[in-house]
């Protein structure tokens, strides 16, 4: 199986050369922060939506 110009094998794909921990880390930061971001939109927007509510409930309370 060929690796391309680069590289031999899995494990000098894997390792990039020596360089891995900058790449993979880069790839999952990047990753964790793509997960996380839907998330936390998704509980701001239930929050704004909590707030609207309560202020069309009880319009006087608003400053």
Do not use: K
């Not at 050369?17 to 839907?38: K, N, Q």
């Amino acid at each position: 199986m060929s690796w391309g110009a680069n590289w031999g094998s899995a494990a000098e794909f894997f390792h990039m050369g020596g360089y891995w921990f900058y790449v993979w880390g880069s790839y999952i930061v990047t990753l964790a922060l793509m997960l996380a971001e839907p998330l936390l939109a998704r509980q701001r927007h239930r929050q704004a939506l909590r707030d609207a509510a309560r202020q069309t409930d009880h319009p006087e309370d608003e400053t």
